[in-house]
């Protein structure tokens, strides 16, 4: 007798409740479903089961190496164990009064202030990506309950330290700044109903993102930045940003030399990156007029 196959809303349907029980993160509550032939029942007593077994292993004497090594080990778990208990007890601190299934951008600022991060530190668009916040200026309580569950943090201590450490991963590490840019559009016109993405904000989140930190002037990601910034300052009919044009920019950051000698103008570059390139070459060509 053949069994029906899982579909993958219900396999996401069944992540969530296992990890609302447990509290384990979303890829070792796929696993554990994957080896209970996703019976959420089996997987939350598997849980358990095994709980109790680590915590019985740790507490094992059958010798003097073994009960020093249990115990270092069983503190560690213990240490590093997610609580999500305490997560949910700190949510109603910074809960908008009058909707706690939100923070609102008051309690937000607050929130950044207790984690003694400013508003406009990269850490903050880290930490919004992190949560998978969907709306600028507001963080709804699933977000924050599973971002931090994700990331394994359940407390402030624990948070701002996590999000250092991404501040600092993103800084060399290409594919995971490439998910903080990508993410970045939606997120920096959520509060509107625009396609686009209004230029200013756009350059606002292109400095905060490739000057992750001013003091790293070793590893600038994008080394024609001021330029590319001055050249919309002075585009005075520029009034948007195109979803194309945010992600290629991307693209021609990583890829085109300052010089711009392997730039193909006739590639599949977007028209304002192709006025930049020439913006570029003209200033660079009239300021060599000016010193001949």
């Known amino acids: 007798m053949s069994t029906r196959k899982t579909s993958d809303r219900e396999k996401n349907e069944k992540i969530r409740q296992l990890r609302e029980v447990t509290g384990v993160t979303e890829q070792q509550a796929r696993s554990a479903l994957q080896s209970n032939d996703w019976a959420v029942d089996r997987a939350i007593n598997a849980f358990y089961e095994e709980s109790a077994y680590s915590s019985n292993t740790g507490s094992s004497h059958h010798s003097s190496h073994h009960s020093q090594t249990s115990s270092s080990s069983s503190s560690s778990s213990s240490l590093s164990r997610f609580d999500r208990k305490k997560i949910e007890q700190l949510w109603p601190t910074y809960a908008d009064p009058r909707d706690t299934s939100k923070m609102n951008l008051d309690q937000l600022l607050r929130f950044i202030s207790d984690l003694k991060f400013d508003p406009s530190d990269r850490e903050i668009l880290i930490f919004c990506w992190k949560m998978n916040a969907s709306k600028q200026g507001e963080l709804q309580r699933n977000e924050f309950l599973h971002g931090c569950q994700d990331l394994q943090c359940d407390t402030l201590d624990k948070l701002r330290e996590k999000i250092k450490q991404l501040n600092s991963e993103v800084e060399t590490d290409n594919e995971k700044f490439k998910q903080l840019y990508i993410y970045t559009f939606n997120f920096a016109r959520s509060s509107t109903s625009m396609k686009n ?96």
């Open 197 to 292: 993405l209004d230029v200013q904000p756009a350059m606002a989140y292109w400095k905060m993102l490739f000057c992750g930190n001013p003091n790293n002037k070793q590893f600038q990601r994008f080394k024609l930045l001021d330029l590319w910034l001055k050249f919309l300052e002075e585009r005075s009919n520029q009034r948007s940003i195109t979803k194309d044009t945010w992600d290629l920019l991307l693209d021609f950051s990583t890829t085109i030399k300052s010089d711009f000698s392997n730039y193909d103008h006739d590639g599949a570059w977007p028209t304002l990156i192709d006025d930049f390139v020439e913006y570029v070459k003209t200033s660079q060509s009239q300021s060599s007029s000016v010193n001949v």
